[in-house]
């Protein structure tokens, strides 16, 4: 496994997005399997797990998976500020270390490495929420902290009060607004970028079949790339990316991953993995190496297609609605 800097913090080049095994994509393993899972991961090489306080009971589930090496690894969990929950600095900060202490306590630690705004709230100072953050730093709880889907602005605003180590937002070859501005200045200010969904929630593995049906809490009910005409009207993406995968003998999921990895070396992927065989053929990414030329050749190619459906945070909760 190869290794990259998020600022300071050094993880794994793939790190493991766990919200699936309690959250978002319909029922997973059970526990002892996810735990093995888990695992089997760090013996492959990932040193980095994303959780949040958000996905059930995710950070119960990580906190005894990771104790036997809990030292050897690298955990980000989120917390979900609201607006009754802050007003002055004290009792945003307040709220925070409750919310902080919950999820410790949960995931079996005294401190995480990684600690995100899950989804930057609008209605709260993002000054605010930083000042908080480099309270917690200097107290260990926290060796760095994080936004989640911010703007530019807001990555800038919080990074002024308290350097970010990293921004977490959606980002795949089907989704690519934060190339626009966020990447890039996280490129200028030394902030590392953690992409979730890194594989479209799957859709880029090319296993996604039109006419799936997807149950429960699972999001791709919601997320309109999987609706039937928009699964057909990205097949040509989704040919263009296996005839790459052909030609360099790895998997659509690996050029996926290779062609982000490639852009910037300060992205960390997290894709969501649920059996030893994606553990497996996802981790192997970080060791797909693109030429210069291979690279260019996709960029060119992908500038043709057209990309149908996309995925909005109104869409996720639209989905809290339906259960």
Same mark, same amino acid.
């Given at each position: 496994?190869?290794?990259?800097?998020?600022?300071?913090?050094?993880?794994?080049?793939?790190g493991?997005?766990?919200?699936?095994?309690?959250?978002?994509?319909?029922?997973?393993?059970?526990?002892q399997?996810?735990?093995?899972?888990?695992?089997?991961?760090?013996?492959?090489?990932?040193?980095?797990f994303?959780? %949040?306080?958000?996905?059930?009971?995710?950070e119960?589930?990580?906190?005894?998976?990771?104790?036997?090496?809990?030292?050897?690894?690298?955990?980000?969990?989120?917390?979900?500020?609201?607006v009754?929950?802050a007003?002055?600095?004290?009792k945003?900060?307040?709220?925070?270390?409750?919310?902080l202490?919950?999820?410790?306590?949960k995931?079996r @630690?005294?401190?995480?490495?990684?600690?995100f705004?899950h989804?930057?709230?609008?209605?709260?100072?993002?000054?605010?929420?930083?000042?908080?953050?480099?309270?917690?730093i200097?107290?260990?709880?926290i060796?760095?902290?994080?936004?989640?889907?911010?703007?530019? =602005?807001?990555?800038?605003?919080?990074h002024l009060?308290?350097?970010?180590?990293?921004?977490?937002?959606?980002?795949?070859?089907?989704?690519r607004?934060?190339?626009?501005?966020?990447?890039?200045?996280?490129?200028?200010?030394?902030?590392g970028?953690?992409?979730?969904?890194?594989?479209?929630?799957?859709?880029l593995?090319?296993?996604?079949?039109t006419?799936?049906?997807?149950?429960? =809490?699972?999001?791709?009910?919601?997320?309109?790339?999987?609706?039937k005409?928009?699964?057909?009207?990205?097949?040509?993406?989704?040919?263009?990316?296996?005839?790459?995968? @052909?030609?360099?003998?790895?998997?659509?999921?690996?050029i996926s991953?290779?062609?982000?990895? &490639?852009?910037?070396?300060?992205?960390?992927?997290?894709?969501?993995?649920?059996?030893?065989?994606?553990i497996?053929e996802?981790?192997? %990414?970080?060791?797909?190496e693109? @030429?210069?030329?291979?690279?260019?050749?996709?960029?060119?190619?992908?500038?043709?297609?057209?990309? &149908?459906?996309?995925? @909005?945070?109104?869409?996720?909760m639209?989905?809290?609605?339906?259960?």
């Amino acid at each position: 496994m190869k290794f990259r800097n998020l600022r300071d913090l050094k993880v794994s080049a793939i790190g493991y997005g766990c919200m699936g095994f309690s959250h978002g994509y319909g029922p997973g393993p059970d526990k002892q399997e996810a735990i093995q899972l888990i695992r089997k991961s760090f013996d492959l090489g990932c040193t980095f797990f994303d959780t %949040a306080e958000g996905y059930g009971s995710n950070e119960i589930l990580l906190g005894e998976a990771l104790k036997p090496f809990r030292g050897n690894v690298a955990i980000a969990t989120k917390f979900n500020l609201t607006v009754s929950e802050a007003g002055s600095p004290q009792k945003t900060l307040q709220s925070i270390r409750q919310h902080l202490e919950s999820s410790l306590k949960k995931l079996r @630690t005294d401190y995480v490495e990684l600690y995100f705004q899950h989804r930057v709230n609008k209605d709260i100072p993002v000054e605010e929420i930083a000042h908080c953050m480099a309270v917690l730093i200097s107290e260990g709880k926290i060796l760095g902290w994080g936004q989640s889907q911010p703007s530019e =602005d807001e990555v800038r605003r919080g990074h002024l009060v308290t350097p970010l180590t990293a921004i977490q937002s959606e980002y795949s070859i089907m989704e690519r607004m934060f190339e626009k501005d966020v990447i890039p200045a996280c490129e200028e200010l030394r902030i590392g970028f953690v992409p979730f969904s890194p594989l479209a929630s799957g859709f880029l593995s090319g296993r996604t079949l039109t006419g799936e049906q997807y149950l429960g =809490d699972d999001v791709r009910r919601v997320i309109n790339r999987f609706e039937k005409d928009n699964v057909a009207a990205n097949e040509p993406l989704i040919a263009l990316i296996s005839h790459f995968a @052909t030609a360099k003998g790895v998997t659509p999921a690996q050029i996926s991953l290779s062609w982000m990895l &490639h852009k910037k070396d300060f992205i960390v992927p997290i894709p969501g993995m649920r059996s030893l065989e994606r553990i497996q053929e996802n981790l192997a %990414a970080a060791d797909v190496e693109l @030429t210069e030329a291979e690279f260019a050749m996709i960029e060119e190619e992908l500038a043709k297609i057209s990309i &149908h459906g996309n995925r @909005t945070d109104e869409d996720i909760m639209k989905l809290r609605y339906l259960l």
